[in-house]
């Protein structure tokens, strides 16, 4: 199977990827679903979605205080990298990542976009200004954060219920209409719209790459199915591509 994705990669001049929490985890960062998932032990309902937020923004901010601590202190992993070293090889190349983690920027990624938006940018509720968010996680009996406005503000990330921005969502789409391969890591392929790159892909004769531990919905329709973690297969693909 990695010989196959290596034959698929070897000729193609333009490289769409999408990733997901999978890509992360070997940097230690909780994924979403499956044994360990965040989804697992919190409810999705009560902490990402503008509702739970309406409610009580302060339990809201302090879970995504307890994320961003966790995402502070990790490090971007050979999978991340190995897609940086893919992105120099290409023509063409787009990372669609539904990850808030900022890991692929660490990294070196640069033609990147954010489909659920970052953990580490604010965004105020009264006049709706995007501010980066560095500062370190606040104490849990801490105020919530405010913008200079006196506004709220809120994580700028995408939440159940709420519209993905639609140019991220349409470049994303103009770009893989146009790609030669598609390289799809470590997404549970379950939340739209992203869940619907590989369908599309398979319409447009792109050829398509799965790495993911377990196999998902969309490996039935995938060209190459690689069953394995990102951090060790993705550095291999790299390697043999550079001999
Ligand atoms: P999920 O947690 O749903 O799926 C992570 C996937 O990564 C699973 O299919 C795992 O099998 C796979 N995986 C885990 N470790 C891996 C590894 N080392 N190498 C390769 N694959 C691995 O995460 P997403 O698909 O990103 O949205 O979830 C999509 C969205 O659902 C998230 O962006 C988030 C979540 O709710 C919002 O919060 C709006």
């Given at each position: 199977?990695?010989?196959?994705?290596?034959?698929?990669?070897?000729?193609?001049?333009?490289?769409?990827?999408?990733?997901?929490?999978?890509?992360?985890?070997?940097?230690?960062?909780?994924?979403?679903?499956?044994a360990?998932?965040?989804?697992?032990?919190?409810?999705?309902?009560?902490?990402?979605?503008?509702?739970?937020?309406?409610?009580?923004?302060?339990?809201?901010?302090?879970?995504?205080?307890?994320?961003?601590?966790?995402?502070?202190?990790?490090?971007?992993?050979?999978?991340?990298?190995?897609?940086?070293?893919?992105?120099?090889?290409?023509?063409?190349?787009?990372?669609?990542?539904?990850?808030?983690?900022?890991?692929?920027?660490?990294?070196?990624?640069?033609?990147?976009?954010?489909?659920?938006?970052?953990?580490?940018?604010?965004?105020?509720?009264?006049?709706?200004?995007?501010?980066?968010?560095?500062?370190?996680?606040?104490?849990?009996?801490?105020?919530?954060?405010?913008?200079?406005?006196?506004?709220?503000?809120?994580?700028?990330?995408?939440?159940?219920?709420?519209?993905?921005?639609?140019?991220?969502?349409?470049?994303?789409?103009?770009?893989?209409?146009?790609a030669?391969?598609?390289l799809?890591?470590?997404?549970?392929?379950?939340?739209?719209?992203?869940?619907?790159?590989?369908?599309i892909?398979?319409?447009?004769?792109?050829?398509?790459?799965?790495?993911?531990?377990?196999?998902?919905?969309?490996?039935?329709?995938?060209?190459v199915s690689?069953?394995?973690?990102?951090?060790?297969?993705?550095?291999?693909?790299?390697?043999?591509?550079?001999?």
């Amino acid at each position: 199977m990695i010989e196959k994705a290596i034959e698929i990669l070897k000729s193609a001049k333009s490289l769409f990827t999408l990733t997901g929490a999978g890509i992360s985890a070997e940097s230690g960062i909780p994924t979403f679903r499956g044994a360990d998932g965040l989804w697992k032990n919190y409810s999705a309902t009560d902490l990402a979605t503008p509702q739970a937020f309406r409610k009580n923004p302060k339990m809201v901010w302090e879970w995504y205080h307890w994320r961003q601590g966790i995402i502070s202190k990790a490090e971007p992993n050979p999978a991340h990298y190995a897609l940086v070293a893919l992105e120099k090889k290409m023509e063409r190349f787009l990372l669609l990542t539904q990850n808030v983690d900022n890991l692929h920027r660490r990294a070196g990624s640069k033609n990147i976009l954010e489909l659920h938006g970052n953990i580490f940018r604010t965004r105020c509720l009264a006049c709706g200004e995007i501010a980066d968010y560095e500062k370190p996680p606040k104490p849990a009996n801490s105020t919530l954060p405010k913008c200079t406005c006196g506004g709220l503000l809120r994580p700028d990330v995408i939440w159940f219920g709420e519209a993905i921005p639609q140019n991220i969502w349409q470049n994303s789409l103009d770009f893989l209409s146009q790609a030669d391969a598609a390289l799809i890591c470590g997404t549970s392929g379950t939340v739209w719209p992203a869940a619907a790159i590989p369908e599309i892909a398979q319409h447009s004769d792109t050829k398509i790459i799965e790495i993911n531990l377990e196999p998902t919905p969309v490996s039935s329709i995938v060209d190459v199915s690689i069953q394995d973690k990102a951090g060790e297969i993705l550095p291999k693909i790299v390697a043999a591509l550079s001999q």
